[in-house]
């Protein structure tokens, strides 16, 4: 999962025409944690589609754009927009965060 720290480079990455998943976290996050622990097995059996993460104490104002209120949050991105979003209440196990990308990819 590459990790993007600019505002120029998260616009330059949404913009795709492929999907894009985008995981946002914060260094004092133990929810973000938690989901480090299970989250490489999600990107082996999704590991056609581009992963990124963003710090979102680093880009507050990327965070706040696309209404990311709570950590980890997954959002999926496609020609510039946002097509998916998995809150952090939804995103506490791997059957969540699977779910989500079943339904949303």
């Not at 505002?7 to 944690?33: L, Q």
């Not at 709570?70 to 791997?94: C, E, M, Q, R, V």
């Not at 059957?95 to 990819?105: G, R």
């Amino acid at each position: 999962m590459e990790a993007i720290h600019t505002t120029e480079k998260f616009n330059e990455t949404i913009a795709s025409d492929r999907p894009v998943i985008v995981k946002f976290e914060a260094d004092w996050c133990p929810d973000c944690r938690r989901m480090d622990m299970f989250i490489g097995d999600i990107l082996e059996e999704y590991n056609g589609y581009d992963w990124y993460n963003v710090n979102r104490d680093e880009l507050p104002e990327i965070a706040e754009k696309y209404e990311v209120m709570g950590i980890p949050s997954i959002l999926i991105f496609k020609d510039g927009n946002k097509k998916a979003h998995l809150h952090s209440a939804n995103a506490k196990t791997p059957e969540e965060v699977e779910e989500f990308l079943q339904a949303s990819l």
